[in-house]
């Protein structure tokens, strides 16, 4: 198979990277979902700068380490299909990285969000 290697191969390589895993991966869907939220949410209330940049650069690593997780699945279920131990702990670890990144997004956006939600009721 002959690969175009030129720059605009790359990038569409990468697209196609991209729109293969959104295709084949709820969890990234659901990623990107809540990005386009809490990007409309940070317009909304208006955030500064600086927490709209954090909640940005918060979306790109939850998007990315989904990424990661999937390549990891993809290539351990290329090496094996038998049940190895060191199998599963490859996907279970991509797993809890991605878990990882979600946790602590999660724990940022209350942090960015709360002040602007709780002007509201006041």
């Known amino acids: 198979m002959n690969y175009d290697k030129s720059l605009f191969g790359s990038i569409k390589y990468a697209f196609q990277g991209i729109w293969h895993a959104l295709k084949n991966n709820r969890n990234l869907r659901i990623a990107f979902m809540a990005a386009v939220l809490v990007i409309i949410l940070g317009l909304y209330f208006q955030v500064t700068t600086i927490e709209m940049i954090i909640l940005l650069i918060t979306i790109l690593l939850v998007i990315l380490t989904e990424m990661i997780n999937t390549s990891i699945e993809e290539m351990v279920n290329l090496i094996t299909t038998e049940h190895k131990m060191e199998a599963k702990i490859a996907k279970d670890v991509a797993a809890g ?26």
């Open 97 to 122: 990285m991605v878990l990882t990144a979600v946790i602590g997004s999660v724990v940022l956006g209350v942090y960015v969000f709360a002040p602007y939600v709780l002007r509201l009721f006041h």
